[in-house]
């Protein structure tokens, strides 16, 4: 199973989801075919209702304890299902990476 996937089942494990997408970013960055090492996760949930970002970030990171020593990059958007509708499933994309070598 991929990192990818695992990543995906954790989450939908942990929280009643109401969207989540999982996008592997590793090949924008100065990695090894096949290390999948950055990701983006935006993942709507009504279990984020009433709690400030760093909580829920925790929670998340919490979900994914086994699997954060695996991962260079993690991009989180935690949204409750009203954020999701004021934001019309737009979230913030990514920077270009701009370390280990990419650009040199």
Do not use: Y
């Given at each position: 199973?991929?990192?990818?996937?695992?990543?995906?089942?954790?989450?939908?494990?942990a929280?009643?989801?109401?969207?989540?997408?999982?996008?592997?970013?590793?090949?924008?960055?100065?990695?090894?075919?096949?290390?999948?090492?950055?990701?983006?996760?935006?993942?709507?949930?009504?279990?984020?209702?009433?709690?400030?970002?760093?909580?829920?970030?925790?929670?998340?990171?919490?979900?994914?304890?086994e699997?954060?020593?695996?991962?260079?990059?993690?991009?989180?958007?935690?949204?409750?299902?009203?954020?999701?509708?004021?934001?019309?499933?737009?979230?913030?994309?990514?920077?270009?990476?701009?370390?280990?070598?990419?650009?040199?």
């Amino acid at each position: 199973m991929t990192i990818q996937a695992v990543i995906e089942s954790r989450l939908n494990s942990a929280f009643n989801i109401e969207r989540l997408d999982v996008i592997n970013e590793s090949h924008r960055h100065n990695v090894a075919p096949g290390f999948d090492s950055h990701f983006k996760v935006t993942i709507v949930s009504e279990d984020f209702d009433d709690l400030i970002l760093i909580k829920r970030h925790r929670l998340v990171n919490s979900a994914l304890q086994e699997e954060i020593p695996q991962i260079h990059a993690l991009a989180l958007h935690t949204l409750t299902p009203s954020e999701w509708l004021i934001k019309q499933g737009k979230v913030m994309e990514s920077p270009e990476c701009r370390g280990g070598g990419k650009n040199q």
